[in-house]
């Protein structure tokens, strides 16, 4: 499989503050995709970016696949950013997701 | 539309005994999966079904079976339940790329 290391593992914010989130894949990647879970639980896509950069209100996310990371911008955080985010990634031709091990976000007031 | 469904939400199991963690998508969507995740580690895939009638083996599919029932349903069963398979179950559908999550279904076992 692949080896999905994101990197920082934690992080703790103060709201208003800006944030980057990396992800580093061990080998090339396809359906490259950014999700948060948030304190409850559920599991939100946020972004699917095999390539390029995408934005979403204060979120973007920009993927370089022949270096083989992307990033998570999150701008202007609010307390209801917390939780954990995650990427995933396939092999290439294959169906199934491998994640990280997410950065768990705590945004303060 | 209520996306991916989930039954039930929580479960407490004693060692040997089975169970059937039920999940259905309204979406129309031709591939379904069923992850679970452990405390402080990402989503591993345990099993997959790429379209009705077929499925497959993911990263950590040891001690599970599942059952594609028709396009919207998709089943998972514990036959012997041990205590490595405490988790959170989720399951997933797609219809090509993005995937949509369930709210996910907590198991102890004891």
């Known amino acids: 499989g692949i080896q999905v290391e994101q990197s920082p593992p934690d992080l703790i914010l103060q709201e208003g503050a800006n944030s980057t989130l990396r992800c580093n894949f061990s080998d090339s990647v396809n359906n490259l995709q950014w999700f948060h879970q948030n304190p409850w639980g559920q599991l939100i896509n946020l972004f699917y970016i095999p390539s390029g950069t995408k934005q979403n209100g204060r979120l973007s996310a920009t993927t370089v696949a022949t270096e083989r990371y992307s990033l998570l911008y999150i701008s202007s955080s609010q307390t209801t950013d917390s939780g954990v985010y995650f990427c995933?990634?396939?092999?290439?031709?294959?169906?199934?997701?491998?994640f990280g091990t997410g950065t768990r976000l705590t945004v303060i007031p | 539309n209520a996306g991916v469904t989930q039954t039930p939400k929580f479960q407490v199991l004693k060692t040997g005994q089975s169970m059937t963690l039920q999940c259905a998508q309204d979406?129309?969507?031709?591939?379904m999966y069923w992850y679970r995740q452990d405390p402080g580690m990402g989503l591993r895939l345990i099993y997959y079904?790429?379209?009705?009638?077929?499925?497959d083996k993911g990263e950590v599919p040891n001690g599970y079976n599942v059952s594609r029932l028709n396009k919207r349903e998709f089943s998972l069963r514990l036959e012997s339940a041990a205590p490595s398979q405490t988790s959170v179950y989720f399951c997933?559908?797609?219809?090509?790329?993005?995937?949509?999550f369930g709210p996910g279904t907590r198991l102890l076992v004891l």
């Open positions: 079904s790429a379209s009705e009638g077929t499925t």
């Open positions: 979406m129309n969507h031709n591939s």
């Open positions: 995933a990634g396939t092999l290439p031709g294959a169906n199934n997701l491998f």
């Open positions: 997933a559908s797609t219809p090509q790329e993005t995937q949509y």
